[in-house]
Antibody, heavy 118, light 107 residues
Framework: EVQLLESGGGLVQPGGSLRLSCTAS????????MSWVRQAPGKGLEWVSA????????FYADSVKGRFTISKDNSKNTLYLQMNTLRAEDTAVYYC???????????WGQGTLVTVSS | QSVLTQPPSVSAAPGQKVTISCSGS????????VSWYQQLPGTAPKLLIY???KRPSGIPDRFSGSKSGTSATLGITGLQTGDEADYYC????????FGGGTKLTVL
């Protein structure tokens, strides 16, 4: 059974940093593309970032490019999202997600809430 | 702003059928697969349809997907109160894009 478990969310001041983690199990973690998707309160889904199975290739939404860094440790089955220079508009539930092709996410974590506020 | 357009809300009575549209363009839906997700209140999204019309294991055949040109449609038959949720379409257009979401109310 595929499981994705996020951690690391919390309250942070504008301009601050936070690192999210996602521990995966139930599949070969080094194979698929993995993504982070976020959902602001009362809003829709927004893709944030993705990383290839090997970790060599990374991709970012324009809204976070230059501020967020995605990475993974295949030896620990863990996906990360380092978030710097956080803004109020980054407030959202962040989901760790397993991709199945360019247009599909087949498994989602339960999400972790990030609140950027003074 | 998403590249995919969905109606904000749809409604129908229990037992009836409803369709949810997802409109895009040739750069996204026109040349890529579409997937659909169900998000029940307070929970993470769940994959309903992938590659336009395929259902993952465990998804009942009351849910169906189709694509024509630059638009896609999710159909739900035999509506149940438990189907009340937000539904999102998604496709690729230089990155993964989600529609704005459609809130389904089962009256």
């Amino acid at each position: 059974e595929v499981q994705l478990l996020e951690s690391g969310g919390g309250l942070v001041q504008p301009g601050g940093s936070l690192r999210l983690s996602c521990t995966a199990s139930g599949f070969t973690f080094s194979s698929p593309v993995m993504s982070w998707v976020r959902q602001a309160p009362g809003k829709g889904l927004e893709w944030v970032s993705a990383i290839s199975g090997s970790g060599v290739s990374t991709f970012y939404a324009d809204s976070v490019k230059g501020r967020f860094t995605i990475s993974k440790d295949n030896s620990k089955n863990t996906l990360y999202l380092q978030m710097n220079t956080l803004r109020a508009e980054d407030t959202a539930v962040y989901y760790c997600a397993k991709n199945a092709g360019l247009s599909t996410i087949d498994y989602w974590g339960q999400g972790t809430l990030v609140t950027v506020s003074s | 702003q998403s590249v995919l357009t969905q109606p904000p809300s749809v409604s129908a009575a229990p037992g009836q059928k409803v369709t949810i549209s997802c409109s895009g363009s040739s750069s996204n839906i026109g040349n890529n697969y579409v997937s659909w997700y169900q998000q029940l209140p307070g929970t993470a999204p769940k994959l309903l349809i992938y590659e336009n019309n395929k259902r993952p294991s465990g998804i009942p055949d009351r849910f169906s997907g189709s694509k024509s040109g630059t638009s896609a449609t999710l159909g739900i038959t035999g509506l149940q109160t438990g189907d009340e949720a937000d539904y999102y379409c998604a496709t690729f257009d230089s990155s993964l894009w989600f529609g704005g979401g459609t809130k389904l109310t089962v009256l």
